[in-house]
């Protein structure tokens, strides 16, 4: 062994029991997170097209009732819902960028 390799080993930090246990953890969350990002990657086009055109279609509904005066039409829980198929799109956008790094 030259000295100049004796050199770089004595300046390397020793493997303690704290960095083998976050280490095992970092590649537990790898293993889980990287097939769980591919299974929504994959599923984006479907769930984006399903989740907003729930929205878009409760919404037109909810005005096309409204403007035809049923009686005890709930407008407001139609629309509410109509909005929540909204957020869950956005919160399904936001797992994915959160997956993505």
């Given amino acids: 062994m030259t000295a100049s390799s004796a050199g770089a080993f004595a300046d390397s930090k020793p493997i303690t029991a704290g960095g083998l246990l976050r280490f095992a953890l970092w590649l537990l969350s790898q293993a ?4 769980l990002f591919l299974l929504l990657t994959i599923l984006e086009p479907v769930v984006s097209f399903v989740l907003g055109a729930f ?24 629309v509410g819902i109509s909005l929540g198929f909204a ?15």
């Fill in 87 to 101: 957020f869950l799109l956005v919160v399904y956008e936001a797992v994915l960028r959160f997956l993505s790094k």
């Fill in 32 to 35: 889980v997170r990287f097939p």
């Fill in 55 to 78: 929205a878009l279609l409760g919404v037109l509904t909810a005005l096309f009732w409204e403007a035809v005066h049923p009686a005890h039409f709930p407008f407001f829980l139609v």
